[in-house]
């Protein structure tokens, strides 16, 4: 049995509304709101949503890019919520990020040997020779070659880009990367080879993924487990066979039947949702699903139904199965 | 129910760069009929927005024009037309909405303003008029308060919304044609399974063919009844969706539909089609996808090859469709035994 990696136990973020003259607080955006699970060695954990549930904030909350408001993150069995930033910085040589958008996460005046050499720097690889040889051995990792060490970002295809994002996660051989989005930008075609090529790295530098995605078939692809959010909370989490083929909670019921397949046979039951997300600053009360739920009851107007292990390593947050 | 809506024959659109000159649509013919979903696939950079813009005539000049071919919108050939006659069409006959829907709209101006200002370009009514047609649109495409919806401004509505209020617009003139360039991109799924739900409704209720740009070949399959395939500015593959996605002939179209994640298998590694889409440029001889392609041999690079077509109206642009080069049935294998 794998140990876990790292345990977020109620996690929350809270960001302030201001407003008025004096910029006063005048309300919060909920963004994460009570948000616990564990990943093991070696796992991937896949988090779908919707945009604004906060799967992002959540993916920057546990490497404390974003600082949460309140809950805990162990990483390696280590509180990291109250590491002061130069311990932090130190230990995010073992926790990285692959960021959505490679047109926006790569300095464009920086050579790609400076982007991916950096954070060795930071991490102490002071010898600018070393640099350059490791620099050469992570392009090769992720298939680009050294020639393309001396050129700069604004000349490589979207693809190659996200491998470029890929070495510089890689340099200080982390043991967890959160991968926010990672594929999304990326053509069909470019994002297979992406997809493949962070699935051997993972079983090459047996890597821990936490993989923040939108696209349900792409998540069912590559995760163990994955973990759906709604409104800064997680409503479902199990196994990936379990969730796709028995999923409970109603959210992902319509989640799922939502995704369009290429497949002209296949018929199914669609559960169209009405509306739209409610906004996070003022969320519905009881269960935040309530307003669209074809199943809504009475008290979920009123009570927040507890994230409970319904089965064995299924986790739901529903009052149908209490 | 074969009346041509519009037609294409052999478009080139070439932008003039600095850089040379770049043929974005080199060569597309297509039709749509009355009352059809039309899909055009095909991954960016293929030419397939470009091909849409060219028949609106809102390719930017320069750089842009359209140095060849027709467009035949019923019966008149659009290449020629003036700006007056266009500024008569868009809308009015052919109706479009784009993917992003919050940069198509002014923000400056309440969406009632907007909307009445496209319904009286085209026909003569009272202000009154419009706006109550207006709301009556927006109760079609689904939005509740309709009255009130119609006098917010753009950044009061969620993405959904805006898309919902862009549909009712193009639907305001009733056209006879709407051209959708990649309508649910920017949206959520559960939001995206609303619009395209909204936009089979109104192709089945008024008829209206549908020109649908999109590079999601599940969205093809939700709605569109033919599919065109687009890749570096060429169509290489026609036919029906189902026929397209259950037995594809060009193996760009394979290796396409063979990279995409499966919900339902349980496959370890993905399908990937080795290196990029080339960036289009003159004088290219050969077929444009033989550097990528695992079938392709020397006739490949040498000639280009024609659209073949097959049978059922289905076409492919590939030499292993030619008689002379043997049979088929050896590649038709390899994509289900792999």
Excluded: W
């Excluded at chain 1, 109620?10 to 909920?30: H, I, N």
């Excluded at chain 2, 550097?291 to 280009?304: I, K, M």
């Excluded at chain 2, 289905?314 to 390899?334: A, H, Q």
Aim: net charge negative; hydrophobic share 35%.
């Amino acid at each position: 049995m794998a140990k876990p990696l790292l345990e977020i136990n109620g996690l929350k973020k809270y960001f302030d509304v201001k407003g008025g003259v004096f910029g006063r607080k005048v309300g919060e955006v909920k963004a994460v709101d009570d948000v616990s699970f564990t990943v093991m060695e070696g796992e991937i954990l896949g988090i779908v949503g919707e945009s604004g549930c906060g799967k992002s904030t959540t993916g920057k909350s546990i490497l404390r890019l974003i600082e949460p408001t309140e809950g805990e993150v162990k990483f390696d069995d280590r509180d990291i919520t109250g590491l002061d930033e130069d311990a932090m910085r130190k230990l995010r040589g073992d926790m990285q990020i692959i960021f959505q958008d490679p047109y926006a996460s790569l300095n464009p005046r920086h050579t790609v040997e400076k982007i991916v050499g950096e954070p060795l720097l930071v991490h102490g690889m002071t010898s600018a020779g070393k640099r350059k040889e490791r620099v050469k051995e992570l392009l090769e990792v992720v298939g680009l070659s050294e020639y393309h060490a001396s050129r700069y970002p604004h000349q490589f295809s979207g693809g190659q880009r996200q491998r470029i994002g890929i070495a510089r996660a890689l340099a200080n051989n982390p043991k967890l990367i959160i991968c926010d989005e990672p594929v999304s930008a990326l053509d069909v075609s470019v994002q297979s080879q992406i997809l493949n090529l962070m699935e051997e790295l993972r079983e090459e530098f047996n890597l821990t993924y936490v993989f923040i995605a939108h696209d349900l078939s792409v998540v069912k692809h590559i995760s163990h487990r994955v973990g759906v959010m709604y409104l800064g909370r997680m409503v479902e989490l199990t196994d990936k066979d379990k969730l796709y083929d028995d999923p409970k909670h109603p959210y992902t019921q319509a989640l799922l039947s939502a995704v369009p397949t290429p497949d002209p046979d296949e018929k199914r039951e669609r559960v169209i949702l009405e509306g739209d997300v409610p906004s996070p600053s003022n969320p519905p009360t009881g269960c935040a699903f309530h307003t669209r739920c074809p199943q809504a009851m009475d008290i979920c107007k009123e009570v927040r139904p507890r994230f409970e292990e319904i089965e064995d390593n299924h986790f739901v947050a529903c009052h149908l199965y209490t | 129910m074969s009346d041509i809506v519009l037609e294409l024959k052999d478009l080139h659109t070439h932008f003039f760069t600095d850089s040379g000159e770049v043929p974005a649509v080199d060569g597309v013919s297509l039709t749509v009929n009355k009352g059809e979903v039309v899909g055009i696939v095909g991954e960016s950079g293929c030419g397939k927005s470009v091909t849409s813009l060219s028949v609106m005539q809102l390719v930017p000049n320069p750089p842009g024009r359209i140095v060849g071919g027709e467009i035949n919108f019923k019966d008149e050939n659009l290449v020629n037309a003036s700006n007056k006659r266009m500024k008569q069409i868009r809308g009015n006959e052919i109706a479009m909405i784009f993917q992003e829907p919050m940069t198509s709209l002014d923000p400056l101006f309440k969406i009632g303003n907007q909307m009445v200002e496209g319904i009286r370009l085209h026909e003569k009514v009272s202000k009154q008029e419009a706006r109550n047609r207006s709301i009556e649109l927006l109760k079609l495409v689904g939005i509740p308060r309709a009255d009130e919806v119609i006098d917010d401004y753009p950044h009061q509505l969620s993405g959904g919304m805006r898309q919902r209020v862009m549909i009712a617009m193009s639907m305001a003139c009733n056209p006879e044609l709407l051209i959708a360039d990649e309508p649910t991109t920017a949206l959520d799924v559960t939001i995206q399974a609303q619009i395209l739900d909204l936009m089979r409704n109104l192709n089945k209720e008024k008829d209206t063919a549908i020109m649908l740009i999109t590079h999601d070949l599940g969205v093809v399959a939700e709605i569109c009844d033919r599919v065109v395939v687009m890749y570096a500015g060429q169509v290489i593959e026609e036919g029906t969706t189902r026929e397209i996605l259950k037995a594809p002939n060009h193996p760009y179209t394979k290796g396409l539909i063979r990279s995409l994640p499966n919900m339902k298998q349980k496959e370890q590694k993905l399908y990937s089609i080795p290196g990029t889409v080339p960036k289009p440029k003159m004088g290219r001889i050969g077929c444009r996808f033989a550097p990528r392609c695992e079938f392709a041999f020397d006739r490949c690079f040498q000639e280009d090859p024609a659209l073949y077509q097959l049978e059922n109206g289905r076409s492919s642009r590939c030499f292993l469709n030619d008689k002379t080069e043997g049979s088929l049935t050896g590649n038709g294998e390899t994509i289900v035994g792999n």
